[in-house]
């Protein structure tokens, strides 16, 4: 096992995601304790790299597409941007199963804290399909999404609200339902929910947890800020 998290961090060094993911499966496959934060880790890391270039892929194609300049390619883009998304769709769809099949339906106990990454990671994925599909498709991994992110949201409960896995997931939920669902009234209240709970008990972290915390304390302050402005625009 050592030896395969060994290999994991190489892979990560050299780049080389897909192995790096490979590497992780086997250790998910293998491993019949709760994964460690540091495993935990490089699987956030291998997955989100794996995706992360054909997200900026779809992103870019799909600018030049709708730029008028560029309409007599628009065509083609769409088709290019298709073949982007089919690639995205697979692999997200690889690590929702992976994470679903290979660790949370494994039977293997959990505490409440990776249990929470686990449901969060997989919520995660789904709202990375929807960010590029339409009609039935998008309603399907979007109403999924809901699913795995409140699973993780009653998970979390258990947890301090200053813990940086229940602020990820309220800091991700809360962009789901601004941009999937758009409802940035829920949005901005589960943002505030948790900004007020991370604040209410910032004197009980210790140095290790204020650190991981205040990153996503900003960006939770940055979007309620950016919701609430706006909000503000749409009002006037």
């Known amino acids: 096992m050592e030896k395969k998290i060994f290999m994991a961090r190489v892979a990560d060094q050299a780049e080389r995601y897909e192995d790096m993911v490979g590497f992780l499966k086997e250790i998910m496959q293998e491993s019949n304790e709760d994964l ?6 490089l699987l956030s890391v291998g997955f989100k790299n794996l995706i992360g270039s054909r997200r900026a892929a779809w992103r870019t194609v799909s600018a030049i597409e709708q730029n008028k300049k560029y309409e007599q390619y628009s065509v083609r883009c769409a088709e290019y941007k298709a073949k982007i998304e089919k690639e995205l769709s697979k692999l997200c769809e ?3 199963k992976s994470v679903n099949e ?3 339906k ?3 106990p959990h505490t409440a804290e990776s249990k929470t990454f686990y449901l969060k990671m997989i ?4 709202r990375y399909i929807a960010e590029c599909v339409k009609g039935d498709k998008l309603a399907e991994v979007t109403e999924k999404a809901l699913e795995f992110y409140t699973q993780a949201a009653a998970v979390a409960k258990e947890l301090p609200s200053y813990n940086s896995t229940r602020l990820g997931l309220s800091l991700n939920f809360s962009v789901f339902y601004y941009e999937l669902k758009n409802d940035s009234k829920k ?3 589960l943002a505030q929910e948790a900004l007020d709970g991370a604040k ?3 004197e009980s972290m210790d140095n290790d947890e204020a650190r991981d915390a205040i990153s996503i304390v900003e960006l939770l302050k940055e979007n309620l800020d950016l919701w609430k402005e706006a909000e503000g625009d749409a009002d006037e």
């Open 102 to 104: 290979l660790v949370l």
């Open 200 to 202: 209410a008990d910032i």
């Open 123 to 126: 919520g995660d994925y789904y």
């Open 36 to 41: 460690s934060v540091d495993v935990r880790n």
């Open 187 to 189: 949005a901005c209240q």
């Open 106 to 108: 494994k039977g293997t």
């Open 94 to 96: 690889d690590i929702i």
